[in-house]
């Protein structure tokens, strides 16, 4: 009796890499991640450390105005949060990141005049204050949809969870640089050195978002409405004869 016939032979196919490696290979992301990195060292980190040092020391406003300040910018996202996704839909996300770029630097702009401002004009000081907190929470809620919808956008799907990790540790990163530069630099009587360097790197992150458009399809960068692929006519079929 013969022995049973063999079906086809698989081919012989080469695993695509798998891990962290893989993922730093991904060129958009690899943007993607450097915006993100920046974005949070001279914007969220700063916010934290640099914001509170800034305001207390040289634009000397008092703790009820600082609270004024971080109600505010709670007010904000939570008022403008649905508003701003629903104006987002249909447009281009890397503007949208390098939007939220230039509202940073804004935010460290008014809070350098409240810096200038100081005892001479309180009530000057105060307005800057509560505007720079303010207008950074409308930068948060740009950035909070896109950000991480285009990690998964650009994810492979056997690799989605390391994408998002290394999205996420640009938050640790941060949270480690912030401190250390705005700590010594606003310690140690160089305010202004700071505010130069939180605002050149928020202008450094918007060219950088700007920049991710160019390696986007229209469809990844939100340009063509997720439908539009599906509705598109077929291609007629090519004659074989």
Do not use: K
């Not at 160019?214 to 990844?220: F, N």
């Amino acid at each position: 009796m013969g022995h049973p016939r063999a079906g086809p032979r698989p081919e012989t196919t080469h695993p695509r890499p798998a891990g962290y490696l893989a993922v730093l290979r991904d060129r958009p992301f690899r943007r993607l991640v450097l915006f993100a990195l920046v974005i949070t060292i001279c914007g969220y980190a700063q916010l934290e450390v640099g914001f509170t040092a800034f305001s207390v020391q040289v634009a000397e406003v008092t703790p009820r105005v600082m609270a004024w300040a971080l109600a505010s910018n709670a007010v904000v996202i939570v008022v403008l949060q649905l508003l701003v996704i629903g104006r987002l839909n249909g447009r281009s996300r890397s503007r949208a990141l390098a939007a939220v770029g230039l509202v940073f630097a804004i935010t460290w702009l008014a809070l350098g005049i409240g810096g200038l401002a100081g005892r001479d004009n309180a009530l000057l000081a105060a307005c800057c204050v509560v505007a720079c907190a303010t207008i950074f929470a409308l930068g948060e809620t740009m950035l909070a949809p896109v950000l991480p919808m285009l990690t998964n956008i650009l994810a492979r799907d056997e690799l989605r969870g390391r994408y998002n990790a290394m999205n996420s540790m640009t938050t640790g990163i941060s949270g480690v640089i912030g401190p250390v530069t705005a700590g010594p630099l606003i310690g140690t009587g160089n305010a202004t050195a700071w505010v130069v360097m939180v605002v050149g790197g928020c202008l450094l992150a918007s060219a950088v978002g700007l920049s991710l458009r160019r390696l986007l399809t229209p469809l990844q960068d939100g340009r063509v409405p997720p439908g539009t692929a599906r509705l598109a006519p077929a291609a007629p079929a090519r004659s074989t004869s």
